[in-house]
């Protein structure tokens, strides 16, 4: 029975990383061409998809937006979850709904939505529209993330600071934010990731001057079918690998998750 049930874990983790080891194989073909598997070895395409133009300033505007709408979001989120957490107020079921709805939305219509509205307002695809989208869409996976760090603090500690006299707002500073720590660091970085890796919202309030690197990529591959792609593709798998391992190794992705228990 166990044996079984390893083989189907097995089986399981082949089928979802199947496309992913195919993408990294690829990249090492010596031909112009995407192929699996390769019939020769190269390095050559990783050296352009490094020294391409497009996917450098494509990759540097992909971390500004990544930075500047993950913090947005831990700011925004952090004080949404800390209110609907702890207090209870009239349309508290409306606003949770309508702060998670992204998660139920289609990204191209959030794309769409809000090209419309910067048209609306007069506003380019400029970078305030670009990182506005980022926001409503990375939103819902921090306010995951900081509503399971919420509940895995200890309500006993901050009543205990509240019964000895310290403030309101000096109980939250000491006590709640240092335990709150793991996660807004956690939802920061899947934010972050989500950010980073957006595409199908991104084409649509983007521009040449502001496109991100999924967005570079799709351009690229549209005019090119060489193996650039796939080498790409293969960074990024790498990139998106050592952010997860580091977050794993110092904050723990079971307790981020909630499948841990944070005060263990």
Not at 17 to 30: D, G, T
Not at 42 to 53: K, P, Q
Not at 145 to 169: C, F, H, M, T
Not at 181 to 199: R, T
Request: no cysteine; charged share 10%; glycine share 6%.
């Amino acid at each position: 029975m166990i044996l079984a049930f390893r083989l189907l874990v097995l089986l399981l983790l082949a089928f979802v990383l199947m496309p992913a080891l195919v993408a990294i194989i690829a990249a090492f073909e010596a031909r112009a061409i995407i192929a699996f598997p390769p019939q020769g070895f190269s390095w050559r395409w990783f050296e352009r998809a490094l020294n391409y133009e497009d996917f450098r300033t494509g990759f540097a505007h992909s971390v500004f937006v990544a930075a500047i709408a993950s913090t947005l979001s831990v700011i925004i989120g952090s004080m949404a979850a800390y209110a609907m957490d702890r207090y209870q107020f009239r349309g508290k079921a409306t606003l949770e709904a309508l702060l998670l709805a992204p998660l139920a939305i289609p990204h191209f219509t959030i794309g769409l939505g809000a090209l419309i509205l910067a048209a609306q307002l007069g506003q380019s695809r400029g970078w305030p529209v670009v990182i506005l989208a980022h926001v409503v869409l990375v939103l819902p996976f921090v306010l995951r993330s900081l509503y399971v760090s919420l509940k895995n603090i200890d309500p006993r500690l901050e009543q205990a600071a509240l019964s000895l006299g310290a403030r309101p707002g000096r109980v939250i500073w000491t006590v709640t934010l240092p335990a709150l720590a793991p996660g807004l660091a956690g939802g920061w970085l899947f934010a972050a990731i989500l950010s980073f890796n957006e595409f199908t919202a991104s084409l649509f309030v983007t521009s040449q001057r502001t496109q991100t690197l999924p967005v570079a990529m799709y351009n690229y591959v549209r005019e090119y079918a060489d193996p650039s792609m796939a080498a790409i593709s293969a960074l990024y798998i790498l990139l998106t690998t050592i952010v997860l391992v580091i977050a794993n190794r110092f904050l723990g992705l079971g307790r981020i998750l909630g499948t841990e228990d944070g005060r263990n």
